[in-house]
C-alpha cells in the first residue's frame, strides 16, 4: 500500500511540475527565466540539506562551523530566507561541497 501511494505521490508531483513548465514557456521567456533561476535555488538549497544530513550535523554545528546563526540557518533551509552568495559560500565550504562551476575561477588564456 505504501508503495502504491509513493508512486502516485511521485506521478502527482511530476505532473505539478510539467503544468509548471509548462505554464511558464506559455507565459514567456521571462516567466522561464524566472523558473529556472527558482530551480537552481532549490537544487543549491537541497545540496547543502543533504550535505548536512550526509555529515551528520545539526544545524546548529553547521552554523557554528560557517559562522552563522542556527536560526539563520533553519530560515535558509526552510526556504525562508535566500542566503547571499557569501553565505551560500560559507555554508558549502563548512560542508566541503563543491564550488559551482560558475564560481570558478577561468584558466589563464581561456576566452569566456
Do not use: C, W
Not at 501511494?5 to 506559455?26: G, P, Y
Not at 545539526?58 to 526552510?78: D, N
Not at 542566503?83 to 566541503?96: E, F, K, Q, V
Amino acid at each position: 500500500m505504501a508503495r502504491l501511494k509513493k508512486k502516485t505521490m511521485n506521478h502527482d508531483f511530476d505532473a505539478l511540475l510539467e503544468q509548471i513548465d509548462r505554464e511558464a514557456r506559455e507565459e514567456g521567456p521571462h516567466a522561464v527565466a524566472e523558473l529556472q533561476a527558482l530551480q537552481v535555488k532549490y537544487r543549491m538549497l537541497n545540496q547543502l540539506i543533504e550535505g548536512r544530513r550526509a555529515l551528520h550535523l545539526t544545524q546548529k554545528e553547521l552554523a557554528e562551523k560557517a559562522g552563522l546563526g542556527q536560526a539563520e540557518v533553519s530560515k535558509i533551509e526552510r526556504g525562508r530566507k535566500s542566503p547571499t552568495l557569501d553565505t551560500y559560500s560559507r555554508l558549502a565550504a563548512a560542508l566541503g561541497l563543491e564550488v559551482p562551476r560558475l564560481a570558478r575561477r577561468r584558466p589563464r588564456g581561456k576566452a569566456a
